[in-house]
């Protein structure tokens, strides 16, 4: 399991022009399964991505966690975060779970970080074409691999 984690001013999803979810302060999370992912690695990102410190406290250093800010999060699934680009130009996903995998895995995903949060988490639509808007603040942005964990 991949997840690309930015943190944001506010954040949006929208699908056929028409918005689907909308955040303020918090997170966007752009995360992409493979078949191997089990719910000891959803579980885990859930809790590292509530508990990340990444936020600024009174004197501007990043040790305040999203849940410490009582920031937002929007989820979002993408399977290109397994891309493969080591031979040729054009992309592999051969990594990236099936879809009726990955659909599972990621609505499990949600529901363990509104667990962790202890609030509603927004979301894209699995499988849509969307377009995701955000206003990056810092920038800040990590990349974390359930099976590197580093």
Do not use: C
Not at 116 to 121: G, M, R
């Amino acid at each position: 399991m991949r997840l690309l984690i930015q943190r944001v001013l506010e954040a949006s999803v929208a699908i056929s022009g028409s918005v689907k979810s909308r955040i303020g302060m918090g997170v966007l999370v752009l995360s992409g399964f493979e078949e191997a992912d089990g719910d000891e690695d959803l579980a885990w990102a859930a809790a590292k991505l509530v508990r990340l410190r990444i936020f600024d406290d009174a004197q501007g250093v990043m040790n305040l966690s999203l849940q410490e800010v009582n920031g937002e999060a929007l989820i979002v699934s993408q399977f290109t975060l397994h891309a493969q680009t080591k031979k040729g130009n054009r992309p592999s996903y051969i990594r990236a779970a099936r879809p009726e995998r990955a659909a599972t895995l990621y609505r499990k995903f949600v529901l363990l970080v509104q667990s962790e949060l202890k609030k509603d988490v927004a979301t894209g639509e699995f499988g849509a074409d969307m377009q995701v808007a955000l206003v990056n603040d810092g920038p800040v942005t990590i990349w974390i691999d359930t099976k590197q964990r580093e």
